[in-house]
């Protein structure tokens, strides 16, 4: 099993709103990813949780923070974001983060527009 | 079968052609590289995968070849079917950062 759960699968807020994406793998995976997706481009690096600490932050605002209470489970939480925010937020994992032949696998994306 | 010697962003091929998708890397020191799927409204699903000390891998229906002298990989899918239409993102790994390529719309027409 590769399955990688996202939920919600779509979601629209306003600037003002608090909302929180969630993101659920039950491989054992060691390490958990978020990626934003703008249409028609490649997935970029936001965060990355190795062993449920946060190990990687790609000068993400603050507006967007990350959360990994448990090995199976990762967070995003939402705060007065910008329309230029709305994308597919994607959420992956692999067996360890600190091995660079380690294969992530992805979830179906949330579909997050700010009005 | 169709094939692109640079990478373009589209690629249209007929039912039961093969296709070619190209891909440059950048970073010399990448040993990991990875071929993702990726249909409308869902996330990049994973293809094929392959290490540096490698230059060849074969799956079910798809090869991916890696040139390292030239920092070139390619996917090969043979006899591409309708179900292969989707945007086809390679993507490099040296440590625990994932870089994608562009990506390549790959359209079939039956």
């Known amino acids: 099993d590769t399955e990688v759960t996202q939920t919600p699968k779509h979601l629209v807020m306003g600037m003002t709103n608090k909302k929180s994406l969630k993101c659920e793998q039950h491989?054992?995976?060691?390490?958990m990813y978020w990626y934003k997706q703008k249409a028609k481009k490649p997935p970029e690096l936001m965060f990355v949780y190795s062993y449920e600490k946060l190990s990687i932050n790609e000068s993400v605002p603050s507006r967007f923070s990350p959360e990994c209470p448990n090995s199976s489970l990762l967070n995003l939480h939402l705060h007065a974001l910008q329309p230029e925010d709305s994308a597919l937020y994607l959420c992956?994992?692999?067996?360890?983060?600190?091995?660079?032949?380690?294969?992530?696998?992805f979830g179906p994306g949330t579909r997050l527009t700010v009005l | 079968g169709e094939s692109v010697g640079l990478h373009l962003p589209t690629l249209s091929v007929q039912e039961g052609d093969n296709s070619i998708i190209n891909c440059a890397y950048s970073?010399?020191?990448?040993?990991?590289f990875i071929w993702y799927k990726q249909e409308s409204g869902k996330g990049p699903q994973f293809i094929i995968d392959?290490?540096?000390?490698?230059d060849k891998r074969q799956g079910q229906r798809v090869t991916v070849l890696l040139n390292k002298t030239v920092k070139h990989l390619s996917l090969q899918i043979a006899a591409t079917q309708p179900g292969d239409s989707a945007v086809y993102f390679c993507?490099?790994?040296?440590?625990?950062?994932?870089?994608f390529g562009k990506g390549t719309t790959l359209s079939v027409s039956s």
């Open positions: 993507a490099e790994k040296a440590g625990t950062a994932l870089i």
């Open positions: 992956a994992s692999s067996r360890a983060g600190g091995l660079s032949t380690d294969t992530q696998y």
């Open positions: 392959i290490r540096s000390n490698m």
């Open positions: 970073n010399s020191a990448s040993d990991y």
């Open positions: 491989m054992g995976h060691r390490a």
